[in-house]
């Protein structure tokens, strides 16, 4: 580390912060002359997304604000690291194309000199889980609403490699990262893929044999097992335990943050790699499993089948979602949810078994696929977390050419 020089990071980077821009300015759709706005709902976890933006006209006096791709955004505001939803110092990369501006409470964070320090490397100092803690515990306010400044990111101890040693430890974070996103974008298409066809079989064609399939529930083709209340099974020892899936969970995966409860528990409440689970209530979805060996909470359903295939009670699922979803917004109380008579009145055509075969032979790959690179996307992942605090740190060197 003799070649690494200790100093705060406000000696090589800037700070920007957003401009406060007034809600009543802003314009619901793209114009000539306007530009997103990236609030801190934007700045997801990894790469900056414009669900729900709105659009801002713009002028020379907003240039300052403008990011471009690859700049690296932080979130000031936002809860500390023991809460359940978006933290505090959440640091991303704007990957699209697209000019952008930025919005108070939103960060950009560049270099001073390229030569001096790279954007890469500021990326990943700031992904660096002791920094995010260095700076969640200089946050003010709630732990439902903290809030760091300008000054926090710029006093941050900060140990600055040469350059060609950067270089090299981004490079080797970069080229995992590539390798993840690559993976999650075969997802997506294998995704489009399986819903192209679903699609045509049972949406899209007006075929004349459709008279000779049946109609069912979707309560009949599959089994909807309600989770647990779990704080009734607390471990018994520090073994004979496993992590509880809620609907945090089923977002976000397992955490530090996430509840145990004992594995003597019934078999089928267990979850593993590759269940298909159904959250019923508050934010409803219906996802694969991708995580490690848990225990099914209350609130979702596992959802299995003795009868039909997996990939068929997953597309019905999905074909449902958005009738489920209109369902639960219609009930009256503070967290919408659907019952199991909602599945009774979800109808599912099945075809012949030999048409359902024949279906299940293109299927069933796509959706093994899909769960092998998510398998691959969690080793990956988890590789480069536990790498990147040591090459932050030092403790880890790599070879430089």
């Not at 406000?10 to 000539?32: R, W």
Request: proline residues 3%; glycine residues 4%.
């Amino acid at each position: 580390m003799s070649e690494w020089r200790e100093t705060n990071f406000g000696e090589v980077i800037d700070v920007i912060n957003g401009f406060a821009f007034k809600s009543a300015n802003f314009l619901e759709n793209m114009t000539t002359n306007s530009l997103p706005v990236i609030k801190i709902k934007n700045v997801a976890n990894g790469n900056v997304h414009l669900n729900g933006v709105q659009y801002h006209a713009y002028s020379e006096n907003l240039s300052k604000y403008i990011v471009k791709k690859d700049d690296v955004l932080v979130a000031l505001t936002g809860n500390h690291p023991q809460a359940e939803t978006q933290v505090v110092g959440l640091t991303s990369r704007y990957k699209l194309d697209c000019t952008a501006l930025i919005n108070q409470r939103v960060a950009k964070v560049i270099s001073k000199n390229e030569e001096t320090l790279s954007t890469d490397y500021i990326y990943y100092f700031l992904k660096d889980t002791n920094t995010h803690l260095y700076l969640a515990s200089r946050s003010s306010g709630s732990a439902n609403q903290a809030n760091i400044s300008k000054s926090d990111i710029e006093n941050i101890p900060f140990s600055l490699p040469p350059e060609n040693e950067q270089q090299a430890i981004a490079a080797v974070l970069s080229s995992l990262d590539d390798k993840i996103d690559l993976l999650h974008r075969q997802n997506k298409t294998l995704e489009a893929m399986a819903e192209t066809l679903f699609k045509q079989w049972f949406v899209v064609e007006a075929r004349e044999d459709w008279e000779d399939w049946e109609e069912k529930p979707l309560s009949q083709v599959a089994n909807f097992l309600n989770g647990l209340a779990c704080q009734k099974y607390p471990p018994e020892n520090a073994i004979d335990k496993f992590p509880v899936l809620k609907i945090r969970e089923l977002n976000s995966g397992i955490s530090e943050s996430s509840d145990w409860a004992s594995s003597t528990i019934k078999p089928e409440y267990i979850v593993e790699n590759g269940d298909i689970i159904f959250a019923w209530s508050a934010s409803l979805m219906v996802k694969v499993w991708h995580g490690e060996t848990c225990i099914l909470n209350q609130h979702l359903f596992k959802v299995t089948s003795t009868e039909f295939p997996k990939w068929f009670y997953l597309m019905w699922c999905k074909h449902h979602l958005d009738e489920f979803i209109s369902i639960s917004s219609s009930h009256a109380t503070t967290m919408g949810h659907i019952k199991r008579g909602d599945l009774d009145n979800a109808m599912v055509l099945i075809p012949t078994v030999e048409e359902l075969e024949i279906m299940t032979l293109k299927m069933t790959p796509i959706l093994n696929k899909q769960i092998a690179n998510q398998k691959q996307i969690q080793t990956l992942e988890t590789l480069r977390d536990n790498l990147l605090p040591k090459l932050m740190s030092g403790e880890i060197r790599v070879s430089c050419l």
